[in-house]
């Protein structure tokens, strides 16, 4: 009965309890006394957060998503928000997963609580402008000083930068893949056939995403409807080397840019997210693969 009561009593002198939304611990004698529970979950020698650090949180993180969509590699975004947070006085530890982002922002002039925040990210695109834009600012802040309204205010201006136009995108990946063709030994009539065939498929891709169809869908179809217009410089041999035309043509799909990442990412140590990037670019591949057998067996092309 001795170590019964001593167990019960030692029990019921800690016992966790929720207060006001945190963990207050109820602290009290033996049993049968009166428990004293804490204020609430904050450490003794702790303040909360301000609301400056819990901005600049956020701000953080809309830099870090921001050059994540867009094609920078993890070790980039890193050295970005490092940039910022150390000329504002703060500590930014990330966490960098191909499908969001978390940061933990620690204010290094005042003895206060961090504050973290995750934010979910769309698929990855490529856009360089965005990326060099935010760099730029990034290095205004670090040498400028640049305080955090403004930043929030170039973080607005930088996110409404526009893609190139679409007719000039198709236009530049028609003339890329013509181009391939005539480097890879295609006439010219080959680099006209591939000049269409990219153009048209690239089209394809744009209206898959506009209606917010599944990317790899996207690909598929981009794919296959580039090879059954190649395809027919095999079956009608209006160039001297239509093999050139269909190997030629469908060479903007690839991932480039993920795969280069994932590159980057594995040998600055991002192995996680490295990963991930690479069994992205490998599934775009495949249905890159996909697409073509399809329109080869639908034509019957048997010798390429």
């Not at 800690?14 to 611990?25: A, F, K, L, Q, S």
Request: aromatic content about 8%.
């Amino acid at each position: 009965m001795f170590f019964v009561a001593v167990a019960s009593g030692i029990r019921d002198r800690w016992v966790p309890e929720r207060r006001g939304g945190g963990i207050g611990v109820v602290r009290g004698g033996w049993a049968g006394q009166s428990p004293r529970v804490s204020a609430d979950h904050t450490l003794p020698s702790e303040i909360p957060a301000s609301a400056t650090t819990c901005r600049v949180a956020d701000l953080l993180l809309d830099i870090g998503t921001s050059m994540l969509i867009s094609g920078a590699h993890s070790g980039r975004v890193h050295r970005n928000i490092d940039r910022v947070a150390a000329a504002w006085g703060f500590q930014a530890d990330l966490f960098i997963t191909f499908t969001g982002m978390m940061v933990s922002v620690r204010n290094l002039q005042r003895d206060e609580q961090p504050v973290a925040r995750f934010r979910k990210v769309p698929i990855h695109g490529v856009h360089f402008g965005i990326i060099t834009a935010i760099s730029l600012l990034t290095w205004k802040v670090a040498e400028e000083t640049l305080d955090v309204a403004t930043v929030e205010r170039e973080m607005e201006r930088i996110r409404k930068i526009p893609h190139h136009p679409r007719w000039a995108i198709l236009l530049g990946i028609g003339a890329a893949c013509g181009c391939l063709c005539l480097l890879l030994g295609g006439d010219w009539k080959n680099g006209v056939v591939a000049f269409v065939a990219a153009l048209t498929g690239m089209f394809v891709r744009q209206e898959v995403m506009r209606l917010k169809y599944n990317p790899m869908i996207g690909f598929i179809a981009a794919s296959f409807t580039t090879s059954v217009i190649a395809g027919m410089d095999v079956l009608h041999h209006f160039g001297a080397s239509p093999e050139k035309t269909l190997a030629s043509s469908v060479l903007y799909l690839v991932p480039g840019v993920p795969l280069i990442n994932c590159a980057i990412d594995l040998i600055e140590g991002h192995i996680p997210t490295g990963i991930a990037r690479g069994v992205f670019g490998g599934f775009v591949l495949l249905c890159i693969a996909v697409g073509m057998t399809l329109s080869i067996l639908l034509l019957g092309i048997h010798n390429f």
